[in-house]
């Protein structure tokens, strides 16, 4: 993983690892974070009030990352899990470039797909920017020879997340509109290419059965943190109580509480930030 370029004071392994995404959606990721390196504290920032980032121009969502990223920095966070496909498709390289920690991406498991389907139908649900994002056709062009990739945008889904509703009447129709298509065409995998859509997975299972396989990457993506800890002297001791996530969000956070508490249950507490960027100069600017 690349180190980027400005010196800053150096990380010590009990400093927090950095984790963002658009929303809620990074809890995910959290989750398997924690169970594989328990003992690292954690910073958690959801950028809720301008989320969904699939909405977004790619300019907005680079601006986003960067200054998020560059808050993280100055929190301490000794590296940075950019628990979201979208800023990742949109903007690591960039970020990777601008920041002084290790940075690690998420990105859709086109590769654990295209090795596990047995019918080389697999189905991708991720969102436009993704799909749409250069990163991500150089990912399909690598491993589709032999596999057929069913795209979906997930409009709607991130939106439904947000207001913590994982199984609603209207969410379960939404869903079915783009999975049927993929059951009807003969896929037996899916891809879950938005960090948010994990939380879909009892409501996609009501749906699909056993007929398609999840593929979710946030083990993947915990275990690489381990790796980059590992390669950089970074590991907090061993055996350190591990502390609650700080959680902190650019809304209200009530939402982030209760997803926290309910889908994973930790009980913490959320705190509102600002973090000002050029494309929302003015802190509660909705503007994109
Ligand atoms: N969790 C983000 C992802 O993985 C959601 C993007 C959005 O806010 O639209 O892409």
């Known amino acids: 993983m690349p180190l980027a370029r400005?010196?800053?004071?150096?990380?010590?392994g009990c400093a927090p690892v950095g984790v963002f995404d658009s929303g809620l959606g990074g809890l995910s990721v959290?989750?398997?974070?924690?169970?594989?390196?328990?003992d690292e504290s954690i910073i958690y920032v959801a950028d809720s009030l301008y989320a969904p980032y699939g909405e977004r121009d790619d300019d907005f969502i680079?601006?986003?990352?960067?200054?998020?990223?560059?808050?993280?920095?100055?929190?301490?966070a000794k590296v940075l899990v950019v628990a979201c496909n979208t800023a990742t498709a949109q903007s690591i390289a960039l970020v990777r470039e601008q920041l002084s920690i290790p940075l690690i991406g998420v990105e859709p498991g086109i590769k654990p797909a295209a090795v596990q389907s047995k019918t080389r139908v697999a189905g991708v649900l991720a969102t436009q920017v993704t799909l749409r994002s250069a990163r991500f056709q150089a990912l399909l062009e690598r491993y589709a020879a032999d596999c057929r990739f069913l795209c979906q945008p997930g409009h709607g889904l991130v939106q439904?997340?947000?207001?913590?509703?994982v199984g609603s009447a209207e969410l379960r129709a939404l869903l079915d509109s783009y999975l049927q298509p993929m059951l009807d065409a003969g896929a037996d995998t899916l891809v879950l290419g938005c960090t948010h859509y994990p939380f879909l997975d009892a409501a996609i299972r009501d749906i699909v059965g056993e007929r398609m396989t999840l593929i979710d990457t946030s083990v993947a993506i915990a275990r690489q943190l381990e790796r980059v800890l590992d390669?950089?002297?970074?590991?907090?001791?061993?055996g350190r109580p591990a502390d609650l996530p700080r959680f902190c969000s650019t809304s209200d956070g009530a939402h982030l509480q209760q997803l926290?508490?309910?889908?994973?249950?930790?009980?913490?507490?959320?705190?509102?930030?600002?973090?000002?960027?050029?494309?929302?100069?003015?802190?509660?600017?909705?503007?994109?």
Do not use: N
């Open 6 to 12: 400005a010196v800053v004071e150096p990380q010590t």
């Open 30 to 38: 959290l989750r398997a974070l924690r169970a594989q390196v328990p």
């Open 62 to 76: 680079a601006d986003r990352t960067l200054a998020i990223g560059q808050w993280l920095v100055k929190q301490g």
């Open 160 to 165: 439904a997340i947000e207001r913590c509703d």
């Open 231 to 238: 390669q950089h002297g970074l590991r907090s001791e061993p």
């Open 260 to 288: 926290a508490a309910t889908l994973l249950h930790i009980e913490a507490p959320v705190e509102r930030v600002v973090i000002p960027s050029r494309r929302t100069v003015a802190p509660d600017s909705q503007a994109a």
